[in-house]
């Protein structure tokens, strides 16, 4: 969401020059297909990033842990090495950089609306009117042996979460990240989102930088709400570190 917000005075209503491609993009004419076209609107939905072009293509993107989406003047510093940027648009005397980005790619609508990784993908936490009963279906058809901090970052139950935030939002709701989902309730779950989701936009909004982390990162420091030491461990299948508070979080 962050890119999104940073991006959208830049590109959105505006005409493109493709400035740069991977050269793995090259057969695809990029720069034919999207060069004078006018992004009409920006979206997202969880991680997923979509620029919407007046000719009915769309860019997808999906950062997941390597890509960043940076915003610069043309002629201005590279935030990594240029050799690493996989798309350059500009518009006017600005720039809009994809560096590193594991997934980018262009489709029609139609495309958008049938490809099976997006329609799988569950309610969107930052959505302006979270879909409650969605999300609540979708936590329960899961498998209720697994562990809530696992669970949370399945974007099929719940698209938006990562790392920090599933770490940040058990530690709201003094939740274990460590409990099966048959022991977290409803509410309990439906509190969880409602306790971080204005963390989460906030961030959105103003950047990650301008929320501070109470547990993500903090191992041996002590809790802001009893005082017990942070802890940290790997959890689920990729082992993403988890931070939790053993003392309040039950």
């Not at 940076?70 to 050799?83: A, E, I, M, T, Y």
Request: net charge positive.
């Amino acid at each position: 969401m962050w890119a999104a917000t940073r991006m959208r005075p830049v590109l959105e209503g505006r005409a493109v020059e493709v400035v740069h491609t991977h050269p793995r993009f090259g057969m695809d004419r990029w720069e034919q297909r999207l060069g004078g076209h006018v992004v009409e609107r920006i979206e997202t939905h969880g991680k997923n990033l979509f620029l919407v072009f007046d000719n009915g293509l769309v860019l997808h993107s999906h950062l997941r842990m390597t890509g960043v989406w940076d915003v610069r003047p043309v002629g201005g510093r590279w935030r990594r090495s240029p050799r690493r940027a996989w798309l350059v648009l500009r518009a006017g005397q600005q720039e809009v950089v994809q560096y590193d980005g594991p997934v980018l790619e262009l489709m029609t609508e139609g495309r958008r609306r049938s490809d099976q990784r997006l329609s799988q993908l569950g309610p969107d936490i930052l959505a302006p009117e979270f879909d409650r009963d969605r999300f609540l279906a979708r936590l329960r058809a899961s498998d209720q042996t697994r562990l809530l901090g696992e669970a949370l970052l399945d974007q099929r139950i719940l698209a938006g979460i990562g790392n920090i935030w599933k770490s940040e939002g058990c530690w709201e709701v003094a939740l274990d990240p460590w409990r099966a989902l048959s022991t977290v309730s409803d509410a309990q779950a439906l509190g969880l989102v409602e306790a971080v989701r204005p963390r989460m936009l906030a961030s959105g909004a103003g950047g990650p930088r301008s929320i501070r982390a109470r547990v993500y990162g903090h191992t041996g420091h002590p809790c802001p709400r009893c005082g017990t030491g942070i802890v940290s461990r790997g959890q689920g299948e990729e082992n993403r570190t988890t931070y939790w508070c053993p003392g309040c979080q039950l």
